[in-house]
T-cell receptor, first 117, second 112 residues
Framework: GAVVSQHPSWVICKSGTSVKIECRSL??????MFWYRQFPKQSLMLMAT?????????EQGVEKDKFLINHASLTLSTLTVTSAHPEDSSFYIC?????????????FGQGTRLTVV | QKEVEQNSGPLSVPEGAIASLNCTYS??????FFWYRQYSGKSPELIMF??SNGDKEDGRFTAQLNKASQYVSLLIRDSQPSDSATYLC????????????WGLGTSLAVNP
C-alpha cells in the first residue's frame, strides 16, 4: 500500500507554545489529506480536510485559527497547533487519499502523540 | 446526516474461531466501504476495501457487502490473539471530497 509519513511521532510542549506536525505522502501525490484527532478510547474525529493549493475545510467546532493547516504541495500537509493548552493533548493522525481506479483509499500516518504540560 | 454504525463490543472469541464484525450505513449513495484495524496507541491500518455487492476474500479476512440491506461485514477466520484490536468501518460517498464517514469501531478480543 501507499506510504504516509507523519512527524514527529510524539511531542511534549509547554502550554502556550505552538507545535507543527508534518504529513507526507512518500510514493504518491495526495490532492486531499485529512487531519484527525483521537482521544483515549474514542473514535477518530475528523478535524479538517486539506486540499492542495486551497484553504482547508474545517469541521464544525474546530477552531481554524488554533489549528492551522497548510497543504503547500501534493506530498506535504502540515498542522500547527497554536497556543497549545493541556486540553489539546491528544493523538493527531493524518490521512492521505490515494486514487485507485475510480475509487479511493485512505492511508494513515503513524500519528503524533501530543502532550501539553 | 450520513451515519455509520457499529456495535462497540467488546466482541470476545476464542483463538481459532471466526470473528464476525458488522457495520450498517445510512446513505444509499455510499460507494466505497473500508475496514481498518487499530491497535491501541497506533493509527488505523487498512485491512480491506469493497465496492461491489458480494464477498471479497483476502487471506483470513472476508468482507461482505449488501447494498440492499445497507450493511457491510468483516469475517476473520482462524482468529489469533494478534487480531485483538479495534476494527473501524468507514464509508465514502461520491462527490464528498473523498471524505470518509467513520463508525465508532468494534473492540475485538481473541482469547488464547
Amino acid at each position: 500500500g501507499a506510504v504516509v509519513s507523519q512527524h514527529p511521532s510524539w511531542v511534549i510542549c509547554k502550554s502556550g507554545t505552538s507545535v507543527k506536525i508534518e504529513c507526507r505522502s512518500l510514493d504518491f501525490q495526495a490532492t486531499t489529506m485529512f487531519w484527525y484527532r483521537q482521544f483515549p478510547k474514542q473514535s477518530l474525529m475528523l478535524m479538517a480536510t486539506s486540499n492542495e493549493g486551497s484553504k482547508a475545510t474545517y469541521e464544525q467546532g474546530v477552531e481554524k485559527d488554533k489549528f492551522l493547516i497548510n497543504h503547500a504541495s501534493l506530498t506535504l500537509s502540515t498542522l500547527t497547533v497554536t497556543s497549545a493548552h493541556p486540553e489539546d493533548s491528544s493523538f493527531y493522525i493524518c490521512s492521505a487519499v490515494a486514487p485507485r481506479g475510480g475509487n479511493t483509499e485512505a492511508f494513515f500516518g503513524q500519528g503524533t502523540r501530543l502532550t501539553v504540560v | 446526516q450520513k451515519e455509520v454504525e457499529q456495535n462497540s463490543g467488546p466482541l470476545s472469541v476464542p483463538e481459532g474461531a471466526i470473528a464476525s464484525l458488522n457495520c450498517t450505513y445510512s446513505d444509499r449513495g455510499s460507494q466505497s466501504f473500508f475496514w481498518y484495524r487499530q491497535y491501541s496507541g497506533k493509527s488505523p491500518e487498512l485491512i480491506m476495501f469493497i465496492y461491489s455487492n458480494g464477498d471479497k476474500e483476502d487471506g483470513r479476512f472476508t468482507a461482505q457487502l449488501n447494498k440492499a440491506s445497507q450493511y457491510v461485514s468483516l469475517l476473520i477466520r482462524d482468529s489469533q490473539p494478534s487480531d485483538s484490536a479495534t476494527y473501524l468501518c468507514a464509508v465514502s460517498y461520491a462527490g464528498n471530497n473523498r471524505k470518509l464517514i467513520w463508525g465508532l469501531g468494534t473492540s475485538l478480543a481473541v482469547n488464547p
